[in-house]
Antibody, heavy 118, light 108 residues
């Protein structure tokens, strides 16, 4: 059974870069399936950030495309998220997910809260 | 982007009731790639229905999904205490997938 665990700083200053890691166990990222980052904030609800397919196909939410990078380190079996130039609007719980073969998010991490504040 | 509008935003019901939540898309959702999720406080969403009407693994049959094109519904028959939560729809027919804003199901 695949398991996902997000980690990273809980506090990021405005204008800086948010960097999160998702440790994956029970399945190898390089073996297939799409992987995604999704966030949830009180103001905007659930929002799709971007998707990744090994070895390097990515798809990003158009509203975030200029600021976001999703990648994977297959040697560590980790998915990564980088979001530059953050503001308070980026305060949210960030989830990583593995999509099912039918293309919907089927497996989720427990989420990690990131607060953007000085 | 396809915009998803859920209604109602809040729903009050009693144990044993039958409830319906609706999700309307701003355009046709290709292949009816529409999922429904249940979320409880502090937890990740859990898939209930995918491809509009297929029940997720281990999901009780009191949950059902229907609809096609741009209008979809989630029905819960005979509400159980564990069902009081927030429900979201998700269209995953485009690379920029979008969620509905959620429906909070409360105990009356």
């Amino acid at each position: 059974q695949v398991q996902l665990q997000e980690s990273g700083p809980g506090l990021v200053k405005p204008s800086e870069t948010l960097s999160l890691t998702c440790n994956v166990s029970g399945y190898s990222i390089s073996s297939g399936f799409y992987w995604a980052w999704i966030r949830q904030s009180p103001g905007k609800g659930l929002e799709w950030i971007g998707s990744f397919f090994h070895p390097g196909s990515t798809y990003y939410n158009p509203s975030l495309r200029s600021r976001v990078t999703v990648s994977a380190d297959t040697s560590k079996n980790q998915l990564s998220l980088k979001l530059i130039s953050v503001s308070a609007a980026d305060t949210a719980v960030y989830f990583c997910s593995r999509l099912d073969s039918s293309w919907f998010p089927a497996h989720w991490g427990q989420g990690t809260l990131v607060t953007v504040s000085s | 982007d396809i915009q998803m509008t859920q209604s109602p935003s809040t729903l009050s019901a009693s144990v044993g009731d039958r409830v319906t939540i609706t999700c309307r898309a701003s355009q046709t959702v290709s292949s009816d790639w529409l999922a429904w999720y249940q979320q409880k406080p502090g937890k990740a969403p859990k898939v209930l229905v995918y491809h509009a009407s297929r029940l997720g693994s281990g999901v009780p049959p009191r949950f059902s999904g229907s609809g096609s094109g741009a209008e979809f519904t989630l029905t819960i028959t005979s509400l159980q205490p564990d069902d009081f939560a927030t429900y979201y729809c998700l269209q995953y027919s485009s690379y920029s997938n979008t969620f509905g804003q959620g429906t909070k199901l409360e105990i009356k």
